[in-house]
């Protein structure tokens, strides 16, 4: 008898091991007739296999099936260790009738181990009863897009109900794609959702490239609304008077699930710069003519709505003669939809040489018409005259120039000796050759000391800019409090004049602050973002710790010193 009782507890135990806990939830909870709705299913289990599910959906449809993701936690109870794991799977789908949808045979297998899960039921209907008050939405203009195709991903906000406040409680994490992040404006718009008029305000907006091929997901993101509900009665309710009651909820949006098509390698040119969408090159040669041992400066402008942090300086000017020196790269947001890309060349004429004018070609990849587009433009005729001694090579280094081009060369005649019987100078002449370079010396000493004075002013100038700047913007955060426009000046402090910072976080971690600094002002970032990144006039408490200050002070210190020698040297040079 104690055997079968000791059978039947270790069949329960182990029943209970290897069982998972398995939830579902319908979204919406009474879809309509036609329409698509999500069927969410959590796996919780302590298995280490993926789980398996199986159902019959019954007179509905499966139109897809996607994995939300995985999730693992760990706890410690009387010094045991046990771990688990939450499995999270959507199935969409749509039924053509009204009416109970039954789910049957719902099945959960894991590691040969199956659990079965109770049979679900959601309603389906011919017509909502109410439209919802508020919901939140990411909004497309396209869910088939090709690789580092660029699209818009705008996250409204749309009521019904007065909403007085609204907050962000988790950001899209947009895992897969490049971002662009774009800050959004209190305006509101009133516009017709199923037959009903909603008002609606932008929450979140961003420009997303989808790196690589397969499905991808536009995460969700969720939203703290406070609003009023309908006027109520209160304690003046009799006297005339009316009051309202605010309400504070938590909504999410849906997660979009967008096709992401490789691009076709027939016809790929070989000139293709790996830009998706239209785009527009412009070519910059302020000059065709230079000496032997002068730089060539020129530039190459890339406008259009590619992913054009990606794309790499092109290299079309294959001439010997010249060196490759330089090339720097800018880019800058024309608007939501449009970026600017500059790249600066800077060679260095090293010979003597003349080029005709040469045909260029770049292409970019049209979506629409799913064809590669080229792209042609001109590189001017380049003329580079001179030599080591001065004069002009042999090689035809002038073919081009004309006449009025090449200044005259004064031909020096022969020199004659002549022998002297005894030196001739006498004291009028050496006083006048003294007094000469005596006033030649003076001026020389005169003109190096305006240069130096210059110098030193553009030096003083150029290291105190930055250094004030921050001081004054640290005056006013210990006076106003933190927000997010003095957080994001004080970083860009560290930024040499005249250079585009990218990021505040790309500035940090690319300084040379210590990384408990680093560290001290990204959490700073993030907490600015999480409590008033819609609102940049929004003060947060924070714990102000003067050590990382001060780092951060000889931080700019160190970069405008840095850029007043690069100035004095550009100086000096030219």
């Known amino acids: 008898m104690s055997n079968i009782l000791s059978f039947i507890l270790l069949f329960l135990f182990s029943m209970k091991l290897y069982s998972a806990e398995v939830k579902v939830r319908f979204d919406p909870v009474s879809p309509l007739v036609d329409e698509t709705f999500r069927m969410i299913v959590d796996v919780e289990t302590s298995q280490n296999g993926k789980p398996y599910i199986s159902f019959n959906p019954g007179r509905a449809e499966v139109i897809q099936r996607m994995e939300l993701g995985t999730t693992s936690q760990t706890t410690i109870i009387n010094g045991q260790i046990s771990s688990k794991r939450i499995y999270s799977f959507a199935y969409d789908l749509v039924a053509d009738s009204a009416g109970s949808l039954r789910i049957t045979n719902f099945l959960v297998e894991i590691d040969s181990k199956t659990t079965k899960v109770a049979d679900q039921t959601v309603n389906i209907v011919r017509e909502r009863a109410a439209p919802r008050s508020y919901f939140v939405r990411a909004d497309l203009p396209k869910t088939e897009l090709y690789v580092g195709e660029g699209v818009n991903v705008d996250y409204y906000l749309y009521f019904r109900v007065p909403v007085v406040g609204m907050e962000i409680l988790d950001f899209p994490k947009l895992n897969g794609f490049i971002k662009r992040f774009y800050m959004t404006s209190d305006q509101y718009e009133t516009i017709e959702e199923g037959g009903t008029l909603f008002r609606r305000r932008k929450a979140y907006s961003a420009r997303v490239f989808a790196e690589k091929e397969g499905r991808l997901i536009i995460d969700p993101i969720k939203l703290r609304i406070q609003y009023t509900d309908q006027p109520s009665g209160g304690s003046f309710s009799g006297f005339g008077f009316q009051t309202r009651q605010h309400q504070t909820r938590s909504v999410q949006s849906d997660p979009v699930t967008i096709t992401v098509k490789p691009l076709p390698t027939e016809n790929l040119p070989k000139h293709f710069t790996g830009l998706v969408?239209?785009?527009?090159?412009?070519?910059?040669?302020?000059?065709?003519?230079?000496?032997?041992?002068?730089?060539?400066?020129?530039?190459?402008?890339?406008?259009?709505?590619?992913?054009?942090?990606?794309?790499?300086?092109?290299?079309?000017?294959?001439?010997?003669?010249?060196?490759?020196?330089?090339?720097?790269?800018?880019?800058?947001?024309?608007?939501?939809?449009?970026?600017?890309?500059?790249?600066?060349?800077?060679?260095?004429?090293?010979?003597?040489?003349?080029?005709?004018?040469?045909?260029?070609?770049?292409?970019?990849?049209?979506?629409?018409?799913?064809?590669?587009?080229?792209?042609?433009?001109?590189?001017?005729?380049?003329?580079?005259?001179?030599?080591?001694?001065?004069?002009?090579?042999?090689?035809?280094?002038?073919?081009?120039?004309?006449?009025?081009?090449?200044?005259?060369?004064?031909?020096?005649?022969?020199?004659?000796?002549?022998?002297?019987?005894?030196?001739?100078?006498?004291?009028?002449?050496?006083?006048?050759?003294?007094?000469?370079?005596?006033?030649?010396?003076?001026?020389?000493?005169?003109?190096?000391?305006?240069?130096?004075?210059?110098?030193?002013?553009?030096?003083?100038?150029?290291?105190?800019?930055?250094?004030?700047?921050?001081?004054?913007?640290k005056q006013k955060l210990k006076k106003e409090g933190m927000d997010f426009r003095t957080l994001f000046e004080l970083i860009s402090c560290m930024a040499p004049d005249g250079k585009t910072v990218s990021t505040s976080r790309d500035l940090l971690q690319n300084s040379a602050l210590s990384a408990e600094s680093k560290e001290y002002f990204c959490r700073l970032l993030e907490q600015i973002e999480k409590e008033s990144f819609y609102n940049s006039k929004t003060k947060i408490n924070f714990q102000y710790d003067s050590k990382h200050f001060k780092n951060l002070k000889n931080e700019v210190r160190k970069q405008s010193n840095g850029d007043s020698q690069t100035t004095r040297r550009d100086t000096l040079l030219v």
């Open 277 to 473: 969408g239209k785009h527009d090159f412009k070519l910059d040669f302020p000059r065709d003519r230079f000496l032997v041992n002068e730089a060539v400066d020129f530039s190459l402008e890339v406008t259009g709505g590619g992913a054009l942090e990606n794309m790499s300086a092109p290299k079309f000017l294959n001439i010997d003669a010249l060196e490759e020196f330089d090339i720097k790269s800018e880019m800058r947001e024309v608007n939501e939809a449009v970026a600017k890309k500059t790249f600066s060349y800077t060679y260095l004429a090293r010979a003597a040489h003349s080029s005709s004018e040469q045909s260029i070609k770049f292409a970019y990849f049209d979506p629409e018409s799913e064809k590669y587009i080229d792209v042609e433009f001109k590189v001017p005729a380049i003329v580079i005259s001179g030599g080591s001694a001065g004069a002009v090579s042999a090689d035809n280094s002038l073919a081009g120039l004309n006449k009025e081009d090449i200044s005259p060369v004064r031909v020096a005649t022969p020199s004659v000796s002549y022998q002297f019987l005894a030196p001739r100078f006498t004291e009028s002449s050496r006083s006048f050759i003294n007094r000469n370079m005596l006033r030649l010396i003076n001026t020389i000493i005169s003109i190096l000391i305006i240069v130096l004075l210059l110098i030193s002013v553009i030096k003083f100038k150029s290291f105190n800019s930055n250094l004030k700047r921050f001081e004054l913007l």
